[in-house]
T-cell receptor, first 115, second 114 residues
Framework: AQSVTQPDIHITVSEGASLELRCNYS??????LFWYVQSPGQGLQLLLKYFSGDTLVQGIKGFEAEFKRSQSSFNLRKPSVHWSDAAEYFCAVGAPETGANNLFFGTGTRLTVIP | DSGVTQTPKHLITATGQRVTLRCSPR?????VYWYQQSLDQGLQFLIQ???????AKGNILERFSAQQFPDLHSELNLSSLELGDSALYFC?????????????FGEGSRLTVL
């Protein structure tokens, strides 16, 4: 069974600083990988996804993520954080061969942005 | 706005009661998913329906049930409620039956059981 670990519960960065949120997964093959963002009082919004191909994927709002098979990681990055990026970020994994669309989510990383 | 509508947004009820949460998917989406978000369990997949039929089942309790109607809206029924059922319940939709990963989430229904 697949699982996702987000080791950082809470991260605080200064506005304009770079950001990296960590995500490690456990799965027997190459899973589908996703990052979602949840703003306060809102539902989850897809930032980006990786299915195959180029291991560096670009998403919305200036985010990117890199799939590293050797490290079973899919870390999310942004070169310069804006105050509006303060939210909770979830990494998720899907299992391609099951044909099912139910995603398994990590526990989330809460991002605080300070001026 | 994702296009997924959930009602009610907030619900407070007592232990032992039964509630129904409603979800209208995005126009044209055939798949509906239910997730439970709680502080201790995080985001847990409950169940998926595709075009009226159950497609996948996750960590859904026997006290919970769901269905998808011909107009594609879905309802999640929670019965014999316990304090631990207090959570945010999300509905998500997708145009597809299988695994594309792109789910469109509603804003959730916050259930408080007293």
């Amino acid at each position: 069974a697949q699982s996702v670990t987000q080791p950082d519960i809470h991260i605080t960065v200064s506005e304009g600083a770079s950001l990296e949120l960590r995500c490690n997964y456990s799965y027997g093959a190459t899973p589908y990988l996703f990052w979602y963002v949840q703003s306060p009082g809102q539902g989850l919004q897809l930032l980006l996804k990786y299915f195959s191909g180029d291991t560096l994927v670009q998403g919305i709002k200036g985010f990117e993520a890199e799939f590293k098979r050797s490290q079973s990681s899919f870390n999310l990055r942004k070169p310069s954080v804006h105050w509006s990026d303060a939210a909770e970020y979830f990494c998720a994994v899907g299992a391609p061969e099951t044909g099912a669309n139910n995603l398994f989510f990590g526990t989330g990383t809460r991002l605080t942005v300070i001026p | 706005d994702s296009g997924v509508t959930q009602t009610p947004k907030h619900l407070i009820t007592a232990t032992g009661q039964r509630v129904t949460l409603r979800c209208s998917p995005r126009s044209g989406d055939l798949s509906v998913y239910w997730y439970q978000q709680s502080l201790d369990q995080g985001l847990q997949f409950l169940i998926q329906y595709y075009n009226g039929e159950e497609r996948a089942k996750g960590n859904i309790l026997e006290r919970f049930s769901a269905q998808q109607f011909p107009d594609l809206h879905s309802e999640l029924n929670l019965s014999s409620l316990e304090l631990g059922d207090s959570a945010l319940y999300f509905c998500a939709s997708s145009p597809f039956r299988g695994n594309t990963g792109e789910l469109f989430f509603g804003e959730g229904s916050r259930l408080t059981v007293l």
